[in-house]
Each structure stands twice: as structure tokens, then as C-alpha cells.
């Protein structure tokens, strides 16, 4: 029985998405539940899954190629079939291709793109012979044309002009750099490749949020010397109660709450010429992944106590870095927190993250000598960058609510008190 696979339904925030990579090809046997395609939108990679044991019998939709909300994109046969597989806009093959395929290279290239495959059987090539550079191992077109190129330099130069449609390259080409043009100097590489459609959005909102927010920056320091004081004392027992390690950012973010429940303006939102007030308390936390910058979202951080925050900030971390990260785990937000101190940055002037109309920067620690008490004394100093919408925000309303998120740091005991 046929079944058609289609795409997601896709939230009104998402327009469209790519097909990034088939896990599977027409005719290869899959098991239920099987992961058959990632969809990348401009927020997250989705996953499509086989509906039940069977193959792919046709593809619709390549990699590279855009699908909307619900289309289709693959037709599914249930159960085993040994009817040869179909391929949108396949052409005709060769004799040449035709031995390809039946040859032991043939076969192992049944788990290879459409592009891949081609090439393979263009060449003549062992496809069991090539190491892959993909994600598990996948071969890539890249791949296949670094493999060539030492054997073959005038067929992998004839295969780049007409894939990239450059001018032919000089006689003195020794290399192609992965995804890249040859060039006579292979000093001066370059290479031109797509914006993911993540970094694409993400350039897209910060240009927004610079030409559409009046965005100021104040700044502060804060004394971490009680934080880490507690985290030396107290790490071995919290790991033991909550299970994870006592880290910076579960501070930051009660901190945080506690002084957006005084200055309410910084937890709000302006929607055209009305200023929308949150009764709720969701955090964003950035973390870089291999994708780039995203933002998941703590939901009603206020409730929520050291343990549970650290936790969960954990859990978002290694969703991102795995690209596991739902549309849910990105959606809204009332204020962000982004520590590129993790980097070695000490001050820096973070954009904001539309609609919020705030975003606290953290910074490197480091030592610094400070006068207390008349004396001079060594302590672990972190600078602090809040940046905000001066259209709601005044730097009055500003600069109180950096000073209370310092004093909450400096003071930690002032958040178990709530005073």
C-alpha cells in the first residue's frame, strides 16, 4: 500500500522549509519510526519518520529544495517491494550508468544522494572505497569529487564548471577545497555556499531589532566572590540532591526574575502602539550550537528553584547541540540572558531580541583590583551589559533594575529572603 509522506504542519511564525538531508533513498529497507528526512526551517531542524516498515518508493522533493507547510514530499511503500525505485526528474540512464548499477559500486551506492549517485556511476567509483564527510558518515558530493581529483584532475574540473558554472581553472590545480571552486592559487581559496536558513533568520532579526528598537546599552559590575564562595561550598552536596552541576546561569536568571517583578516595564513588550505587560517570567537563555546562535526559553522561570533552572538550562544546552530543539523549546520569551563570557568576552553591547525590550550581556570573570573599605583588595569582578528599549524603558527604570540584578549576585542570600 502507498502511503504519502508529508511535510509538518508548520507554525504561522514559519513560512517554509529545506530539505537538509534524506536519511533514506528509494528502495532501502526501513523500519517503522525509521528518522526518513531533517527539514530545516529558519528555528529548527524537524524530523520526518517512516509511518510504518517498508521503502521509499519515489521522492518528490530533493535536498536543497524548499517545501511548504503539509506538501508532499516522498510517496511510501508499505511492506517490502522489489519494484525498481523511482526518482523525480531522473534522466534516463547510460549503458555506462546502467553497468554502474549493476556492479558491486552500484549497490553500495543505494544509500547515496541522487547528485552522489550520479557521479559515482559517471566515474566508474567503488562507492565503498570513498570515506564519507557527512553526518553519519554520509558520502558527500564533495567527497566524490576529492576522491577523483588525484586520478582524474580533467574530469573532476569538467564535473566542477558544469556543477558550480565557473570559468575553467589553470593547468596548475592540485586540489578542490571541500564545497569550493578551484583556483590557480591554492593559497587564495574561496568558497561561496548558502546561508543556512537559521543564520539567514537570525541575521534578518538582528537587523530588525537594530532599525526598529531604540536600543541603549547600560552597564555594571558585580562582585562574584559570594557566588563562587556558595558554588565551593555547596557544589558537591547540590550535584548530589538536583543531579547536575551548580553553574553561574541559575543564579543569573533568579536574579533576574526577582528584579523584573520590581521593574515591570523591562519584562514587557510593545505591539504597534500598545505596551503589552507579562504576568509570567520566560527566560531566554542564548546558546551557541553548530548551527548558530539560538534562544531556547525557560517557561515560568519564577517558580521554578536553583536545581530546576540548572537542569533545565542543561537539558536546552545539549538539545541544541544536538539539534533536537522543538519550535515549542523557541517560542516567546519575555527577556534573555547571554553569557558570552563562556568565550572569553569582557564587555560587549548585546542586540535585542524582538518584541522583549531587554537583554542582559554576562562577561569573562576576572580578577580585578577594587577599593573596599578604603582598601585595596583582589576580587573576581564580571561585567554586566544590559541593553534596552528606550521607547519604553527610560534609563532611570534601566539602571535600578541592573543595580538590583548586582545586588541580588553580590548578596545571594537576599533571593532565598525574596527582599
Given at each position: 500500500?502507498?502511503?504519502?509522506?508529508?511535510?509538518?504542519?508548520?507554525?504561522?511564525?514559519?513560512?517554509?522549509?529545506t530539505?537538509?538531508?534524506?536519511?533514506?533513498?528509494?528502495?532501502?529497507?526501513?523500519?517503522?519510526?525509521?528518522?526518513?528526512?531533517?527539514?530545516e526551517?529558519?528555528?529548527?531542524?524537524?524530523?520526518?519518520?517512516?509511518?510504518?516498515?517498508?521503502?521509499?518508493?519515489?521522492?518528490?522533493?530533493?535536498?536543497?529544495?524548499?517545501?511548504?507547510?503539509?506538501?508532499?514530499?516522498?510517496i511510501?511503500?508499505?511492506?517490502?517491494?522489489?519494484?525498481?525505485?523511482?526518482?523525480?526528474?531522473?534522466?534516463?540512464?547510460?549503458?555506462?550508468?546502467?553497468?554502474?548499477?549493476e556492479?558491486?559500486?552500484?549497490?553500495?551506492s543505494?544509500?547515496?544522494?541522487?547528485a552522489?549517485r550520479?557521479?559515482?556511476a559517471?566515474?566508474?567509483?567503488?562507492?565503498s572505497?570513498?570515506?564519507?564527510?557527512?553526518?553519519?558518515?554520509?558520502?558527500?558530493?564533495?567527497?566524490?569529487?576529492?576522491?577523483?581529483t588525484?586520478?582524474?584532475?580533467s574530469?573532476?574540473?569538467?564535473?566542477?564548471k558544469?556543477?558550480?558554472k565557473?570559468?575553467?581553472?589553470?593547468p596548475?590545480?592540485?586540489?578542490?577545497?571541500?564545497g569550493?571552486?578551484?583556483?590557480?592559487?591554492?593559497?587564495?581559496?574561496?568558497?561561496?555556499?548558502?546561508?543556512?536558513?537559521?543564520?539567514?533568520?537570525?541575521?534578518?532579526?538582528?537587523?530588525?531589532?537594530?532599525?526598529?528598537?531604540a536600543?541603549?546599552?547600560?552597564?555594571?559590575?558585580?562582585?562574584?566572590?559570594?557566588?563562587?564562595?556558595?558554588?565551593k561550598?555547596?557544589?558537591?552536596?547540590?550535584?548530589?540532591?538536583?543531579?547536575?552541576?551548580?553553574g553561574f546561569m541559575?543564579?543569573?536568571v533568579?536574579?533576574?526574575?526577582?528584579s523584573?517583578k520590581?521593574f515591570p516595564?523591562?519584562?514587557?513588550?510593545?505591539?504597534?502602539n500598545?505596551?503589552?505587560?507579562?504576568?509570567?517570567?520566560d527566560?531566554?537563555?542564548?546558546?551557541s550550537?553548530?548551527?548558530?546562535l539560538?534562544?531556547?526559553?525557560?517557561?515560568?522561570?519564577?517558580?521554578?528553584?536553583?536545581?530546576e533552572?540548572?537542569?533545565?538550562?542543561?537539558?536546552?544546552?545539549?538539545?541544541?547541540?544536538?539539534?533536537?530543539?522543538?519550535?515549542?523549546?523557541?517560542?516567546?520569551?519575555?527577556f534573555?540572558?547571554?553569557?558570552?563570557?563562556?568565550f572569553?568576552?569582557?564587555?560587549?553591547?548585546?542586540?535585542?531580541?524582538?518584541?522583549?525590550?531587554?537583554?542582559i550581556?554576562?562577561?569573562?570573570?576576572?580578577e580585578?583590583?577594587?577599593?573596599?573599605?578604603?582598601?585595596?583588595v583582589?576580587l573576581?569582578?564580571?561585567?554586566?551589559?544590559?541593553?534596552?528599549?528606550?521607547?519604553?524603558?527610560?534609563?532611570?527604570?534601566?539602571?535600578?533594575f541592573?543595580?538590583?540584578?548586582?545586588?541580588f549576585?553580590?548578596?545571594p542570600a537576599?533571593?532565598?529572603?525574596?527582599i
Amino acid at each position: 500500500m502507498s502511503i504519502e509522506i508529508n511535510a509538518p504542519q508548520f507554525p504561522e511564525s514559519v513560512a517554509d522549509g529545506t530539505i537538509a538531508t534524506w536519511h533514506k533513498q528509494p528502495g532501502e529497507p526501513v523500519m517503522r519510526d525509521e528518522l526518513l528526512v531533517d527539514i530545516e526551517t529558519d528555528k529548527v531542524v524537524i524530523e520526518v519518520v517512516a509511518p510504518a516498515d517498508g521503502q521509499i518508493k519515489e521522492l518528490l522533493k530533493g535536498e536543497g529544495e524548499s517545501v511548504l507547510s503539509a506538501e508532499l514530499l516522498a510517496i511510501f511503500e508499505e511492506g517490502v517491494s522489489s519494484s525498481a525505485p523511482a526518482v523525480k526528474k531522473a534522466p534516463a540512464a547510460s549503458s555506462a550508468q546502467a553497468e554502474a548499477a549493476e556492479s558491486p559500486a552500484g549497490s553500495a551506492s543505494a544509500s547515496l544522494s541522487p547528485a552522489v549517485r550520479k557521479l559515482v556511476a559517471e566515474h566508474g567509483i567503488d562507492a565503498s572505497s570513498i570515506i564519507g564527510s557527512g553526518k553519519d558518515g554520509r558520502i558527500l558530493k564533495e567527497d566524490v569529487m576529492n576522491f577523483i581529483t588525484p586520478n582524474d584532475p580533467s574530469a573532476a574540473v569538467e564535473e566542477v564548471k558544469k556543477i558550480e558554472k565557473v570559468a575553467a581553472p589553470t593547468p596548475a590545480l592540485t586540489a578542490i577545497p571541500p564545497g569550493g571552486v578551484p583556483l590557480a592559487n591554492e593559497d587564495r581559496i574561496e568558497r561561496r555556499v548558502p546561508m543556512t536558513r537559521l543564520r539567514a533568520r537570525v541575521a534578518e532579526r538582528l537587523v530588525q531589532a537594530q532599525q526598529t528598537s531604540a536600543s541603549l546599552t547600560t552597564f555594571n559590575e558585580v562582585n562574584m566572590k559570594p557566588i563562587m564562595e556558595m558554588r565551593k561550598n555547596y557544589k558537591e552536596q547540590f550535584e548530589k540532591v538536583h543531579g547536575v552541576r551548580m553553574g553561574f546561569m541559575a543564579f543569573f536568571v533568579r536574579a533576574v526574575v526577582e528584579s523584573l517583578k520590581r521593574f515591570p516595564e523591562v519584562n514587557a513588550s510593545i505591539d504597534g502602539n500598545d505596551v503589552v505587560y507579562h504576568s509570567y517570567y520566560d527566560i531566554g537563555v542564548a546558546v551557541s550550537s553548530s548551527r548558530g546562535l539560538v534562544v531556547p526559553v525557560l517557561r515560568d522561570a519564577d517558580k521554578k528553584g536553583l536545581g530546576e533552572v540548572e537542569a533545565q538550562i542543561t537539558e536546552l544546552a545539549m538539545k541544541a547541540r544536538d539539534g533536537k530543539l522543538t519550535l515549542d523549546d523557541m517560542t516567546g520569551g519575555t527577556f534573555t540572558l547571554s553569557n558570552g563570557g563562556v568565550f572569553g568576552s569582557l564587555l560587549s553591547t548585546p542586540i535585542l531580541n524582538p518584541p522583549q525590550t531587554g537583554i542582559i550581556g554576562m562577561h569573562k570573570i576576572q580578577e580585578r583590583a577594587m577599593v573596599v573599605d578604603g582598601e585595596i583588595v583582589v576580587l573576581p569582578m564580571m561585567y554586566l551589559a544590559l541593553s534596552y528599549d528606550h521607547r519604553l524603558i527610560d534609563g532611570k527604570e534601566a539602571v535600578g533594575f541592573l543595580v538590583q540584578v548586582k545586588q541580588f549576585i553580590e548578596d545571594p542570600a537576599r533571593l532565598l529572603l525574596e527582599i
